[in-house]
């Protein structure tokens, strides 16, 4: 993506619990699983994959690590990466979906870190090994869109606009931003900024995919200010029985 640096600490952050949770150091190098608790892929005894099973490792995401880092301008682990995604093949050259974490079943044709018993060639892990091999020649992600890059790496372009939803209730705002305030049906946002000695109403508005937003004039209010805000359903005629708060922070960077 070229919405985020890969420097953010957001992604580095993010990198780090996916280190912790997903990666899988094999004889060839370190191949991730897809997600946590992964149930597509065989048994831990080897059985095959029957409806239910255990995931393991996927090289295509070695590939996809070795693109940040080169990113990141690390290209000597981008190859390093290279080098494990193209040892994790078969015999034939063809890349596996998935390789086998566990020890070695001869009786079942599975060994350590080599190919599964999964679908081989999987062929988008062939073109994200060809991706790399022209993203290695030329010094950077050669399918990143440039227009992303420029506009939020470069430019680093931020949103005015900061959402809340029943199912995302932010808590907090840096100063300058406007309060996006999200219904789950048409609604009018009942809300104040000076602890409801002065109130105001204002109605949301659907767009063409069907979200009620309306968003509140907040950007010039002091960091502790508070908005507080509850919801009128007109459809039903009936208020929300709750209030929601959110606060300017300061220290709320991100």
Known sequence: SAARSPDDPRIIDTVKVIDRSLKCDLPQGPVWYRYNDDGYGEHKDGRPFDGTGHGKPWPLLTGERAHYELAAGRKAKALKLLETLELSAGKGGLIPEQVWDGPDMPERELFHGQPSGSAMPLVWAHSEHIKLLRSLRDGAV???????????IRDRTVSPVRSWQFVNKIR???????????????????????????????????????????DLPVERAKSGDCVCFTFF???????EGSDFCVTIDAEDAL
């Open 142 to 152: 050669f399918d990143m869109p440039p227009q992303g890059v420029r506009r939020y």
């Open 233 to 239: 359903w007109p459809d039903s005629g009936h208020w």
């Open 172 to 214: 907090s705002i840096p100063p300058g931003k406007v309060l996006r305030i999200e219904a789950t049906a048409n609604a009018v946002v009942h809300w104040s900024l000076d602890g409801w000695k002065n109130v105001h109403d204002s109605e949301t508005f659907r767009n063409c995919f069907g979200v009620c937003f309306v």
